[in-house]
Each structure stands twice: as C-alpha cells, then as structure tokens.
C-alpha cells in the first residue's frame, strides 16, 4: 500500500505518474485533435508518423490523415 500523498499533483502527467498509469485513449485522441483542429501536423495515435489536417468546403478541419500509416481521425 501507498503512503498518502501530502497534496494532490496539479499537474495531469505527474498525476498520471504517481498512478501508475499513463494518457487514456480519450487524453490521447483529445490531444490529437486539439492539434488538428489548430491546424497543426501531430503524432499519428496508432503509428506516431505525421497526421495532417483534413479540410473540407471550409476553412476549419474536419479530421486529419497520416501520412504513412493512412489513419483517419474524422
């Protein structure tokens, strides 16, 4: 058993290392498409190559596609 910890960590990756655990899919998918949506090339999630924006009739993305593994986030 752990000994309590003193006062809760304030930041999400050090919480995640006193846990034992690392990002959940939803920290993960979140991540990669907060990048996308600011119109940034990110890790790939399944493959962690370069993932583009995909755009459609307008200027905001609509998912994003990796350049070498083809995964699409839409």
């Known amino acids: 058993m752990r000994a309590p910890v003193a006062?809760?960590?304030?930041?999400?990756?050090?919480?995640m290392v006193q846990q034992g655990g690392g990002p959940t899919l939803d920290d993960v998918l979140v991540g990669v498409w907060e990048g996308l949506a600011a119109h940034r090339t990110v890790a790939c999630p399944a493959c962690g190559?370069?993932?583009?924006?995909?755009?459609?009739?307008?200027p905001a993305p609509v998912g994003g596609r990796c350049s070498s593994c083809r995964t699409t986030i839409a």
Not at 7 to 15: E, F, L, N, S
Not at 49 to 58: D, F, K, L, Q, V
């Open 7 to 15: 006062a809760p960590a304030r930041d999400a990756d050090q919480v």
């Open 49 to 58: 190559e370069a993932m583009t924006p995909r755009y459609s009739a307008g």
